[in-house]
């Protein structure tokens, strides 16, 4: 069939268009899922004063994804059955931007839970974590 130059080159135009939006798709928009909290080290010392190193990472690209505000910190021995066993936790300041830090007690030895929520800068919606460390004896 012999279409019009005027109609086949827009209708071409579109297709590109929507196939390189279907085979790109990000980073148009990104989305709070694409955002996750790593521990540093899966480890640490048991004792008064450790320091947590966690990083927030784009998953989409293995950035590190500074400034996120950090509005609720938890820790607990809820991988030891002991949910109930907490310690007192609180944010550092950042050596590196991407990693954040927190201080706490990890008064016995065995299994941690470290929640995390968070906001990401232009991003919607609020990131939860849940990280698992060992506290070594
Ligand atoms: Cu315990």
Redesign the pocket.
Known sequence: MNLPYFLVAPAAALALALGLFLAFPKPLAADISDYEFQLVEPTAAKGDGAVIAVRLVDKRTGALVPDAVIFATRID?AP?G?ET?TSPIEAMPSTEPGVYLFRTDL??A?GWRLSLGAKVQDEEGTLEARLELTATP
């Open positions: 021995m030891d002991m066993m008064v016995m065995g």
